[in-house]
């Protein structure tokens, strides 16, 4: 994701996510909604921005004031998730979600 320079100590974008990269998942998840499978969402660690990634897909197949249960369901799969927050702010703006799914991933790092 994002367009940056690759940092070569670290070989990967050191840019941060960008809007078009919130409507690039959620543009993937509304186009493979009705296919059956599992969907693999990886970065570098696994960590920030695959678990955006995933969380954005979850917000894009359910529906509004479903936040927390994505959030939840991607703790289940991914108990040291910490979803990139810009990336998810950028999906919430998108999905329309009124700032529901930002509010529900801050909740993960306060430990509620």
């Not at 690759?6 to 993937?28: L, M, N």
């Not at 969380?55 to 927390?68: F, M, P, Q």
Request: hydrophobic share 40%; net charge neutral; glycine share 10%.
């Amino acid at each position: 994701m994002g367009t940056g320079e690759v940092g070569e100590e670290i070989g990967r974008p050191v840019s941060p996510p960008r809007v078009e990269d919130a409507k690039a998942i959620v543009e993937f998840a509304r186009e493979i909604s009705g296919v059956e499978g599992t969907v693999l969402c990886q970065c570098q660690a696994g960590v920030s921005r695959s678990p955006a990634a995933a969380l954005i897909c979850l917000a894009t197949w359910t529906n509004e004031g479903d936040e927390k249960d994505c959030v939840e369901q991607l703790l289940r799969v991914r108990p040291c998730a910490a979803p990139h927050r810009g990336l998810v702010a950028f999906a919430d703006a998108v999905l329309g979600r009124r700032g529901r799914l930002v509010e529900s991933v801050d909740r993960i790092r306060q430990g509620r």
